[in-house]
């Protein structure tokens, strides 16, 4: 049975940093893509980024240059720093594992697993 268990939320203000983890246990595709997913009230959860297994990336454009998305695969964790974080970044974000593919998709339909979620809230 594969789990994902999510750290790192919280509160911060506007311009600060956070780092997001996503542990990774049972048996999974150790290159199969990784991703992070947000949920803000009332909105539809979107993409916010992913990982391939050969290291490649993909961000949605509302967080190109402020969020990174990386992966430690001898330990199946992946982790997304989050930087210049803004109120409109508040939202639950999701973490995600895909066994469909070794490419980065940041479509929520490739990932077959899920965490629960960490809350970001930002204030101005």
């Known amino acids: 049975q594969v789990q994902l268990v999510e750290s790192g939320g919280g509160s911060v203000q506007a311009g600060g940093s956070l780092r997001l983890s996503c542990a990774a246990s049972?048996?999974?595709?150790?290159?199969?893509?990784m991703g992070w997913f947000r949920q803000a009230p009332g909105k539809e959860r979107e993409g916010v980024a992913s990982?391939?297994?050969?290291?490649?990336?993909a961000y949605a454009d509302s967080v190109k240059g402020s969020f990174t998305i990386s992966r430690y695969n001898a330990n199946n964790t992946h982790y997304l720093q989050l930087n210049s974080l803004t109120p409109e970044d508040t939202a639950m974000y999701y973490c995600a594992a895909s066994a469909d593919t070794t490419m980065p998709r940041i479509r929520s339909n490739w990932y077959g697993y899920w965490g629960q979620g960490t809350q970001v809230t930002v204030s101005s």
């Open positions: 990982i391939g297994g050969d290291g490649d990336t």
């Open positions: 049972g048996y999974i595709y150790s290159y199969g893509c």
